[in-house]
């Protein structure tokens, strides 16, 4: 004697299809986070790429200041000199040289990346560069305001 029960039939292919749709959305949420770091890491490679940049351009382009050095009853001066830094007023003009002097790839989108410079009387010029990254945080390069 043969028992057929409809119900069950019913039950494993609604958990079947259950399973199917959780198991979709959840591939489907770990792709895009998964899209969403490699994103976050290459913007963050690219903001450190320019970082390197700006230190290459202000070796080529550094000035030189000079510091008088007195010592307790010396009538003379001692001058030392220290290298001064100098950077680009906007990533525009960095962006001008790269391909002269290869600092960076020309794939990298300049306007996506927040920099200004500072200018300060002991430190002599600094920089600030940052980006905001799609996972809503804002990323400061390792270098700015050194």
Request: hydrophobic content about 35%; overall charge neutral; aromatic content about 10%.
């Amino acid at each position: 004697m043969k028992f057929k029960l409809k119900g069950v039939s019913l039950i494993s292919t609604s958990l079947t299809i259950l399973m199917l749709v959780i198991g979709f959305g959840l591939s489907a949420y770990l792709g895009s986070k998964v899209v969403q770091d490699y994103k976050t890491e290459v913007i963050m490679r690219e903001c450190d790429v320019l970082d390197q940049a700006l230190e290459k351009y202000s070796i080529l382009h550094a000035g030189v200041a000079d510091t008088a050095l007195r010592h307790a009853g010396d009538s003379t001066n001692n001058v030392v000199y220290h290298m001064k830094h100098n950077y680009p007023e906007s990533l525009a003009e960095l962006g001008k040289i790269r391909d002269e002097h290869a600092f960076f790839s020309d794939r990298i989108d300049l306007s996506k990346f927040r920099y200004e410079t500072h200018t300060d009387s002991e430190k002599g010029m600094t920089y600030t560069l940052g980006v905001h990254l799609p996972n809503g945080y804002y990323y400061k390069s390792p270098n700015s305001q050194k």
